[in-house]
């Protein structure tokens, strides 16, 4: 049974007795309320905004701290009550990607630690930062606040680093350097994945006992089966068309253009069955490579289907809804995911997807069941698979990813971020409880060094 969009199940309403009262969210190089599908926006937006709404649900009041990127982003905003947006001035509003960053930690720092200087101590109970940049941040805030500092890496560059598109510049060593620093110092990691976990320990060396699987979560009100007619027609495609979707950043990483080579194929192979197909892209430019939407203009120019693809802007998470339920088939063919919301999304819209089998898209997909996983990046595979798909009955394809989604909700995401914020909270209490020392009859207090 699906959890509606508040939480209301009475389980998942639970207040921990233990848990945190105020959690303190880092997200530095992305603001969770920038359109994802553009710039350095995607799916670690979509998962800080509906974690921080689900935690205010059950009492948890969330600050979310990110860089102001212009002029007219207000100091604070409010989303709902119980989550508040700081937007921190800290360099230039604009021309900064997150590769310019490291240059304005301290300043960034320096913002975050004088929000929280206006409040009594122990104002918040946790520090959760999202990406390294941010875990440079938390981990000043942990020593200063005297609270445990859990993070989410969401990606690393070693993994990145060793699935590079053809053509994508590699993450420089900076950012490596700074993923184990924070690996080091964070109190609690948070995985999307075990095999996300198993590269933690692999790679940085992270202790596992310290490491917790969280699989993100879908909306499972606002994201469900529908009338693909009535989808179709607000887009302005046709009801005949088997409809193949991309959604996301116009990146060498998203790889969207395995997908339009992938397509050319069919139409070639397929004959006049392969005329009915259409290639949706749904998505904006990023920062890097295939940096300009026109790039993918060009290339399905180059292949000859230009007629047979339509490009959107990247769309709010209202208008997503039309586009999955608009499609046969949604494609992830991501060089580098470490976890893939639109492959739940998408599936919880009642659309089978074909995606990469990186990262945790194989916990995303069932293969074979809800749709299809491709090994590499070779054009025949993909073409195969997105043929294999599409030829197979809609109906139960449709009612087998309807199911999995289902597993997968954001209130079963924050019952198992209250369980690792709890648990932070209880070690580091453990490990920093000083006992009193008695001297010549007198108490001295080891926290201050002074005489009771």
Not at 46 to 69: H, K, N, P
Request: aromatic share 6%; net charge neutral; with cysteine.
């Amino acid at each position: 049974m699906r959890l509606t969009s508040d939480g209301s199940d009475a389980a998942a309403e639970r207040q921990r007795p233990d848990g945190p009262r105020r959690v303190a969210v880092l997200s530095v190089h992305t603001s969770p309320l920038a359109q994802p599908g553009t710039g350095d926006a995607g799916g670690m937006n979509v998962y800080v905004l509906q974690t921080a709404l689900q935690l205010a649900r059950r009492g948890v009041e969330v600050e979310i701290f990110t860089r102001a990127t212009s002029s007219a982003d207000a100091p604070t905003v409010a989303v709902a009550p119980g989550v508040l947006v700081r937007n921190v001035v800290a360099g230039p509003f604009e021309g900064l990607d997150k590769y310019d960053l490291p240059t304005q930690l301290c300043a960034f720092t320096a913002g975050v630690l004088r929000a929280e200087a206006t409040h009594e101590p122990g104002y918040y109970d946790v520090v959760h930062s999202h990406y390294w940049l941010s875990g440079q941040v938390g981990w000043l805030a942990r020593d200063r606040w005297a609270v445990p500092l859990v993070h989410t890496a969401h990606t690393l560059a070693a993994v990145k680093n060793a699935a590079l598109a053809e053509g994508d510049a590699p993450e420089p060593p900076l950012r490596a350097v700074g993923e184990q620093q924070v690996v080091d110092e964070a109190d609690r990691l948070i995985v999307n994945t075990e095999h996300e976990a198993q590269q933690l320990v692999s790679l940085h060396h992270a202790d596992r006992s310290r490491i917790d699987v969280v699989h993100p979560g879908v909306d499972l009100e606002l994201f469900t089966p529908g009338d693909r007619r009535a989808a179709r027609a607000a887009l302005g495609l046709a009801a005949d068309e088997q409809v193949v979707a991309f959604v996301g950043r116009i990146q060498p990483l998203k790889a969207p253009d395995v997908l339009l080579r992938a397509a050319a194929k069919l139409l070639r192979t397929r004959g006049a069955k392969g005329s009915k197909l259409r290639v949706l892209v749904a998505g904006g430019p990023s920062g890097s490579g295939l940096a300009e939407p026109e790039t993918l203009v060009r290339l399905a120019d180059e292949l000859g289907i230009t007629d047979r693809v339509t490009f959107l802007p990247p769309q709010s998470r209202a208008q997503l809804v039309n586009v999955y339920r608009a499609a046969d088939l949604v494609a992830v063919p991501s060089y580098s995911e470490s976890f893939g919301l639109v492959a739940i999304e998408a599936q919880a819209c009642g659309t089978p997807v074909a995606a990469a089998a990186v990262g945790g898209l194989p916990v995303a997909v069932r293969d074979g069941i809800t749709g299809a996983l491709v090994h590499g990046h070779d054009i025949d595979d993909w073409a195969a698979a997105i043929d294999d798909v599409l030829q197979r009955d809609p109906v139960a394809l449709s009612r087998a990813a309807v199911a999995h989604a289902d597993g997968f909700s954001w209130a079963h995401t924050v019952d198992a971020l209250l369980d690792s914020y709890t648990l932070a909270m209880g070690d580091y209490r453990a490990r920093h409880a000083r006992p009193p020392m008695r001297r010549s009859g007198r108490r001295f207090s080891m926290r201050r060094g002074v005489r009771a």
